[in-house]
């Protein structure tokens, strides 16, 4: 006689839940998202912290409006933070300039477009955004952000370092 035996198959929706959504390491910093600028790197840390901030409030179930604060300073802080660098890359005529601001207009109208929705109630934050932002973050430091280094680093004649 042959006999059969059930066993409970993953599924693929709960595995989806524990990768993206508990983990407690989705918005911590790496060494090796470093530009070796030091306002920059402070920045990105805050960044990082801010949405990590916003993942947890997610996560705890706060109130609209506490996630909406939350969302708030996250989103103000992006705004600063572009400036900054975007200052920096015009002082030393950074010809990745336009291409770069292209990126941060990008996010900014992204984020601005999701803020609105949030605080009209036709959205609300997802794992699927954070995780969007996450590697938004990743890809655009250690891929754009990175390639003004050496312009922003170098000492030319006459000129006092751009930041450090
Ligand atoms: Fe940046
Ligand atoms: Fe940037």
Redesign the pocket.
């Known amino acids: 006689m042959r006999i059969t035996y059930f066993t409970a198959a993953p599924r693929p929706a709960l595995q989806f839940r524990e990768e993206a959504d508990d983990n407690p390491d989705m918005f911590e910093w790496k060494d090796e998202y470093s530009v070796h600028i030091h306002s920059?790197d402070a920045?990105?840390q805050n960044l990082f912290r801010m949405a990590g901030e916003l993942h947890s409030a997610m996560l705890a179930g706060q109130a609209k409006s506490v996630i909406g604060k939350v969302l708030d300073r996250l989103v103000q802080y992006t705004a600063m933070?572009?400036a900054h660098?975007e200052r920096l890359m015009r002082q030393r005529n950074y010809p990745g300039f336009e291409l770069h601001k292209v990126e941060h207009d990008v996010l900014t109208r992204k984020v601005l477009q999701f803020q609105a929705d949030f605080r009209s109630g036709t959205t609300i934050i997802t794992v699927q955004l954070l995780q969007f932002l996450r590697d938004w973050l990743e890809n655009?430091?250690k891929g754009s952000?990175t390639k003004y280094v050496p312009f922003l680093t170098a000492e030319p004649v006459g000129q006092t370092r751009a930041d450090k």
Do not use: M, R, T, V
Request: no cysteine.
């Open positions: 920059i920045q990105h933070h572009f660098e655009h430091i952000d």
